[in-house]
């Protein structure tokens, strides 16, 4: 099964500095090696973003920066996992890494979980 984590914070005014790389390029390279890291990306701050918002037929575009929000989404990771308990660790291990923010967990929709699923109920 596949989760997507969401990494969200505040959002920062500087880029990371090269020991938050390094140890974060270590994690992202062990997840790659051990199977359970799929896919992961940072963000680039909302300054340089869009957000487009439809409402009873009507789209509107805003250009970030989005000052008004608390918590922005920092970057994404597609994990790859036998159990949601699993993914959680992962999230809890990266979480010790990044510091301070969240991350929300979804599992992915894939054809032969959801196929199970309506095949039990």
Known sequence: MRFLSIYKTAERTAPPSQEEMA?????????????????????????????????SGKQTVTDGPFTESKELVAGFAILKVNSKEEAIELTRKFLQVAGDGECELRQIYEVDTCASAAAKA
Not at 23 to 50: D, I
């Open 23 to 55: 140890t974060m390029g270590k994690l992202v390279e062990e997840g790659f090696k051990a199977g359970w890291l799929v896919a992961t990306e940072g963000c680039l701050p909302s300054k340089l973003g869009a957000r487009v918002r439809s409402s």
